[in-house]
Antibody, heavy 121, light 113 residues
Framework: EVQLVESGGDLVQPGGSLRLSCAASGFTLSTFLMYWVRQAPGKGLVCVSRLHSDGTSTHYADSVKGRFTISRDNAKNTLFLQMNSLRAEDTAIYYC??????????????WGQGTTVTVSS | DIVMTQSPDSLAVSLGERATINCKSSQSVLYSSNNKNYLSWYQQKPGQPPKLLFYWASTRESGVPDRFSGSGSGTDFTLTISGLQAEDVAVYYCQQSYSTPRTFGQGTKVEIK
């Protein structure tokens, strides 16, 4: 079964750090575009970071640039999001998402259940 | 960044009636080389992650009921639910995949009247 399982969300103080993990099963993570998409309480969806299948090309939302780093471990088939200098506005559910870009299907077709990050003193 | 704007923000529809959600992009998401619109629709039920419903504006993802349909081109798109069912209560999002960063509309909440 194709699946993404996130972990690492927690309550952290402003200025603190967290590392989110996303374990993939049923497919090879390194062959897809992978995203972290967040959803603040009662709000919409925002792509905060993307990692290209080449493993080096990345993109970050302006709101997290310089503070968050996306990476992956091919051997463990796992995606990461290192989050530093956390702010209250980073409070959200963080989803790990696969984007498929082929000639027959094009979209974010696999989503994890999400992990909750709360930044508060 | 491409800005996606949905309307309305919410709507209440009687069971069995039609629900229509509009989505407008700040620039065209039609890729001229293949004549495909890089516009997707997602459904998010309470407490669940979003689920892909349509891509290329009107191509239904496997398993999506045919009461759901997507249409539009360029900058204007529509998601229609013909014959609303109780299980369709959700927030619906449009998203462009024409350029990076991928951007979503603000969401439209569909409820039962």
């Amino acid at each position: 079964e194709v699946q993404l399982v996130e972990s690492g969300g927690d309550l952290v103080q402003p200025g603190g750090s967290l590392r989110l993990s996303c374990a993939a099963s049923g497919f090879t993570l390194s062959t897809f575009l992978m995203y972290w998409v967040r959803q603040a309480p009662g709000k919409g969806l925002v792509c905060v970071s993307r990692l290209h299948s080449d493993g080096t090309s990345t993109h970050y939302a302006d709101s997290v640039k310089g503070r968050f780093t996306i990476s992956r471990d091919n051997a463990k088939n796992t995606l990461f999001l290192q989050m530093n200098s956390l702010r209250a506005e980073d409070t959200a559910i963080y989803y790990c998402v696969r984007e498929v870009t082929t000639a027959t299907i094009y979209g974010m077709d696999v989503w994890g259940q999400g992990t909750t990050v709360t930044v508060s003193s | 960044d491409i800005v996606m704007t949905q309307s309305p923000d919410s709507l209440a529809v009687s069971l069995g009636e039609r629900a229509t959600i509009n989505c407008k992009s700040s620039q065209s998401v039609l890729y001229s080389s293949n004549n495909k619109n890089y516009l997707s629709w997602y459904q998010q039920k309470p407490g669940q992650p979003p689920k892909l419903l349509f891509y290329w504006a009107s191509t239904r993802e496997s398993g999506v009921p045919d009461r759901f349909s997507g249409s539009g081109s360029g900058t204007d798109f529509t998601l229609t639910i013909s014959g609303l069912q109780a299980e369709d209560v959700a927030v619906y999002y449009c998203q462009q995949s024409y350029s990076t960063p991928r951007t979503f509309g603000q969401g439209t909440k569909v409820e039962i009247k």
